[in-house]
């Protein structure tokens, strides 16, 4: 088929890939969010998707916002499919009505559980088990398409949310050239409706991300899976911003013990959270690298409290 791909992250590229890869379809053009300042440079960088669709040789339209003029363009690429992977735009009616077997979307959740823009973070810190990704058909509603393909897993404790986004993008890029083969063959197969509305999922912004330790630490543990690597789950120490990335429940405290206070047991820095050790695996201090929490704590002076 000939197929228009929309996505813009990182996580969308092994699907891009694989489409051109699988030697039964065309990539007649892609779609990505516009060029955008990285770094502490803010040098203007091109999409992950738009990098590698370059690459590969072809047509990009850079825009989050299909207007009347991008929907002239995709129709002038003819697709016969649309395919999607968090492309971060909105896809009016007008576009959604192009390819004559439509618009299907990896989305990283087991839908209808979350819907939106981050349903894996939201689902590493529900503590769900299973995890897994759909394959549906894109409807005007959010999310909210028949179901062509679902892939439950199960969850290691130990996975974040960028670790799971790996997985999902890279599985469910050779799920998606399956569906594609299916559709070439049957450009009609409906899917199975979902059942539910399910939660919403919104982005995430920096507040969302911030400890607060009066919480259990099995929910603590799970927030700052959730949150790693973007936006990062901070708190505060000595007053500088800290950000923990990796961790896990390290079992009750006892009464009295100071909420957020740090302790090495075994050359592992534990926090006091409301009602037990959180283990602090991985951070970043503010202005450095991504270390070992152990390596940290032993630098660690004074009042030794986080906030």
Known sequence: MRIVFAGTPQAAVPSLVALMESGHHEICGVVTAPDAPVGRRRVLTPSPVAQAAEDAGLPVLRTRHLDAA?????????????????????????????????WINLHFSLLPRWRGAAPVAAAV?????????????????????????QEPQPRRASETAGDLTQRFAREGAAALVRVADALAEDPTLPGTPQVGRGQYAPKLRRSDARIDWTRGAEEVSR???????????????????????????????RDGEQLGLLQLTGSEPLVRAGDGWVRLLEVQPSGRRTMRGRDWAHGVSGAPVLS
Do not use: K, N, Y
Not at 236 to 242: A, N, S, T, V
């Open 70 to 102: 991008a929907t002239e363009c995709l129709r002038e690429w003819a697709p016969e499919l649309g395919v999607v992977v968090a492309f971060g735009g909105i896809l009016p009616d007008p576009v959604l009505a192009l390819p004559a077997a439509g």
């Open 125 to 149: 810190a529900a503590g769900d088990d299973p995890v897994g990704f759909s394959i549906m058909r894109v409807v005007t509603e959010l999310d909210a398409g028949p179901v062509l393909l």
């Open 223 to 253: 927030l700052i899976q959730a949150m790693s690597p973007e936006p990062g789950a901070w708190c505060e120490f000595q007053g500088r911003d800290l950000r923990l990335l990796r961790a896990e429940p390290a079992g009750p405290g």
